[in-house]
């Protein structure tokens, strides 16, 4: 199975937030010596996993400026995001795990421990996680921030921080067994997994109306279900583990894991449940090139694997939907050109909302056009022996609905008007966004302000393709042309809409690149 990694990365974003979610609703009962004592971990480790995570995106982007355009925003620089990351300390963590200050919390909550909890805690020390002190302080530089991390920055970090706990409790294996887990803090790995599952839905729920469009990428996520959640949990399928792992629990852990059950975590059996089967889409990823876009997950078909034998009993095991699937593209797609071809691609988000950082889950229609691009190359390469691409770089940023920005960036990205040495030329631009009819919708206009020469005919020709399956395609205004040797195309906002356009038009613009 193969889903891009920068969805990846927000489907454990938004597990590790349910597991926050879960933990601050019951401070009262699940006390973070109990945790530490049984699990090795607490919610402090959860927040020192966040700055950890800071510091390394932090030493990313000081090796690489190409980085820094997927996270900077309008106004700031790329030493202002290494500065705030190596600033952003456990204080500010701990407001994302807690949900308010560690000392609020801790006021509130804590309760003073026993002598027999801290002979416990203190016997446990061998299972407690580490974390390096040196790489958790800040610099201490006089430095204030004035705003607080983007919300694609946020992403990344909690990102970071679950698979640091599924890394955590993978060495832990035969130590922390799920039973033991569930009873002391109402959830266990398979929760975990499953809250993986239930953020993949909510993914696929905003790309509304997808139609046809999209249908590898929704697919994927609506076939994500919880044998390919728990392989990124326990790093092999849950068979494999309880086989390696779990041992009988005897009737005393049965007693204290039957008498927490008021703790349990419960999920929806409605989103748990596979909504399409996986199928073989029209453009296959390059299963001889691994690319570094997408997460590889092989399971293999089991039945009834969702359950562990004494967790999570109320949900029943979920079997894979018999409802079969169309392939995604039902459009003739033209052959592209027979050639070797190193490309550079310009993606930029256009949306007041998305440069403000106003969506939680961040910016989606980027990453989506991106992962499309790289799927029908992958298929490409496979399906065509005369032929090579390759992107040397995809240069990619978020502007707000403002005429001015995006002229400026496209002549940027155009070549017109670089700005530093290392400035690459595009080949092609995708724009997203900003092609309705709202008076903030000024995409086209912008667009059009900077062009050589346009290309009517391009777009008009995608409406009437699109407009048999997604008959609001006919709405867009998006415009395309030339800007220098840059092939310009405005796709629309909606992630799923912009990836169907993009990946109905690639390869007619390969043959426009080509001239």
Not at 482 to 504: D, R, S, W, Y
């Amino acid at each position: 199975m193969d889903i891009p990694v920068s969805i990846i990365e927000h489907i454990n974003a938004g597990a590790f937030r349910s597991l926050c979610e879960h933990l601050r609703s019951r401070s009262d009962l699940v006390q973070n010596m109990a945790l530490m004592t049984v699990t090795g971990f607490c919610r402090n480790c959860l927040a020192k996993w966040m700055v950890l995570e800071a510091r390394r995106l932090s030493e990313q982007l000081q090796s690489d400026e190409k980085l820094v355009s997927w996270y900077i925003r309008e106004g700031e620089t790329s030493l202002d995001i290494i500065k705030a990351l190596d600033n952003w300390g456990y204080e500010d963590a701990a407001k994302v795990v807690y949900g308010c200050t560690y000392a609020e919390w801790k006021a509130r909550h804590q309760s003073k421990a026993t002598e027999e909890q801290l002979r416990l805690y203190n016997e446990s020390k061998s299972l407690h996680a580490s974390h390096d002190a040196s790489l958790l302080k800040c610099d201490d530089d006089g430095y204030q921030r004035e705003n607080e991390l983007s919300q694609t920055i946020l992403i990344r970090l909690q990102a970071g921080a679950f698979e640091s706990l599924c890394e955590h409790l993978r060495a832990r294996s035969d130590l922390v067994p799920n039973m033991e887990l569930m009873t002391i803090s109402g959830f266990c790995r398979n929760c975990l997994a499953k809250w993986l599952v239930v953020e993949a839905r909510r993914i696929s729920d905003q790309s509304n109306q997808v139609g046809t469009f999209l249908r590898d990428i929704v697919d994927e996520l609506d076939s994500f279900g919880y044998d390919e959640a728990a392989q990124l949990v326990y790093g092999c399928t849950y068979p494999e583990w309880k086989k390696r792992h779990m041992k009988k629990a005897t009737d005393e852990q049965m007693e204290r894991y039957n008498a927490s059950k008021s703790l349990h975590a419960t999920h929806d059996k409605e989103l748990l449940a596979t909504r399409s089967q996986k199928v073989n889409y029209h453009y296959e990823p390059n299963t001889t090139k691994p690319s570094q876009t997408t997460a590889r997950i092989c399971v293999p078909n089991q039945q009834n694997s969702l359950l562990s034998d004494v967790c999570c009993q109320e949900i029943d095991a979920i079997a894979p939907s018999e409802a079969e699937t169309k392939p995604s593209s039902e459009h003739n797609i033209i052959r592209p050109p027979a050639r070797n071809k190193k490309l550079t691609i310009g993606i930029l988000t256009v949306s007041d909302r998305a440069a403000a950082n106003a969506y939680e889950s961040g910016d989606l229609s980027g990453p989506m056009v991106e992962s499309t691009i790289r799927r029908m190359i992958d298929s490409f390469n496979t399906s065509f022996k005369d032929q090579d691409l390759t992107v040397n770089d995809f240069v990619k940023g978020i502007v707000p609905d403002e005429k001015a920005q995006i002229e400026e960036t496209l002549l940027c990205w155009s070549g017109k008007t670089l700005k530093r040495e290392d400035s690459s030329v595009c080949n092609l631009i995708f724009t997203t966004g900003g092609t309705g009819f709202s008076p903030r919708d000024i995409t086209p206009e912008a667009t059009v302000s900077i062009l050589d020469r346009e290309c009517r005919g391009l777009m008009s020709w995608a409406s009437i393709e699109l407009t048999s399956k997604q008959p609001l395609a006919t709405l867009s205004r998006a415009a395309a042309g030339v800007c220098g040797k840059t092939i310009i195309i405005n796709l629309p906002g909606n992630p799923a809409g912009a990836a169907q356009v993009a990946e109905l038009l690639f390869p007619i613009l390969l043959h426009a690149i080509e001239d």
